[in-house]
């Protein structure tokens, strides 16, 4: 392991395994789904999907019916869900989260708000539950188990993992709605400020996709990227003040 792969590995101890655990899962916006093979009856099927994170900070994915890891879910719902950090080097000291649980289909009178969120972030997806043969699940969590780095993998609670969306639909509509009507300047400084590992210089339009109590995420092209902020908001005025800040940094 050589000195960087050592920092970043002393970097993750000392952060709470939970704290870590959610960073991992909301800086990513997709990952490896494992499904029994109904095709191959004993043997996983592995599949990269997007996702994005629901009201309750679980993930959400959109899926055909005609996909072979939905004929998949439909005959056995346990699925697992492998998401990894994105950085460079050895990937054997990047951070990685697998997520165990079930499939399950999103109820008629969630589906509205779900499409919200995750249209908001993968715009290219729009009109897919609509007009072609799409269909939204969560993942019903049961356990987790959060390898921070090369050789320390743990189990984390997915009850003290998963962080509730303090912004009701109707909040969080007008705060991306605002910024991205009247604010492109500001969401292109958060980008350009942001830690971001091999940085766009010719990007000139940035979108807001969606905003949590801990960050906010943007599209920018058709790359998806999570910022953090320096403290937690709780409700609209906290999220203005704060979204003001960055754009004075």
């Known amino acids: 392991m050589n000195t960087d792969d050592n920092a970043h590995a002393q970097s993750n101890d000392k952060i709470d395994p939970?704290?870590?655990?959610?960073?991992?899962?909301?800086?990513?916006?997709?990952?490896?789904?494992?499904?029994?093979s109904k095709k191959f009856p004993g043997h996983p099927f592995g599949s990269v999907v997007p996702y994005c994170l629901d009201?309750?900070?679980?993930?959400?994915?959109?899926?055909?019916?005609?996909?072979?890891?939905?004929?998949?879910?439909?005959?056995?719902?346990?699925?697992?869900?492998?998401?990894?950090?994105?950085?460079?080097?050895?990937?054997?000291?990047?951070?990685?989260?697998?997520?165990?649980?079930?499939?399950?289909?999103?109820?008629?009178?969630?589906?509205?708000?779900?499409?919200?969120?995750?249209?908001?972030?993968?715009?290219?997806?729009?009109?897919?539950?609509?007009?072609?043969?799409?269909?939204?699940?969560?993942?019903?969590?049961?356990?987790?188990?959060?390898?921070?780095?090369?050789?320390?993998?743990?189990?984390?609670?997915?009850?003290?993992?998963f962080k509730p969306n303090p912004f009701s639909p109707e909040a969080e509509a007008r705060i991306v709605g605002h910024m991205n009507d009247d604010h492109g300047d500001a969401l292109l400084h958060y980008y350009q400020v942001a830690p971001i590992a091999e940085k766009k210089d010719d990007v000139t339009a940035v979108t807001m996709a969606g905003i949590d109590s801990e960050g906010l995420a943007?599209?920018?092209?058709?790359?998806?990227?999570?910022?953090?902020?320096?403290?937690?908001v709780t409700d609209p005025m906290e999220a203005r003040q704060m979204l003001v800040e960055m754009a004075q940094s």
């Open 218 to 232: 943007l599209v920018v092209d058709e790359d998806l990227y999570r910022i953090e902020f320096s403290r937690e």
């Open 55 to 161: 009201r309750k900070g679980v993930p959400l994915i959109l899926i055909s019916r005609l996909a072979q890891h939905t004929q998949n879910i439909n005959e056995d719902n346990k699925v697992s869900l492998v998401v990894l950090e994105r950085t460079t080097g050895n990937v054997q000291t990047d951070a990685r989260l697998t997520l165990v649980g079930v499939a399950e289909k999103v109820s008629t009178d969630e589906v509205d708000d779900c499409a919200q969120r995750y249209y908001g972030h993968f715009p290219s997806a729009q009109g897919y539950h609509t007009e072609l043969d799409f269909e939204f699940y969560r993942l019903g969590v049961e356990a987790m188990r959060y390898i921070p780095g090369f050789g320390q993998a743990r189990w984390v609670s997915p009850s003290e993992v």
């Open 18 to 36: 939970r704290d870590a655990a959610r960073k991992v899962l909301g800086e990513n916006f997709f990952g490896v789904l494992s499904t029994h």
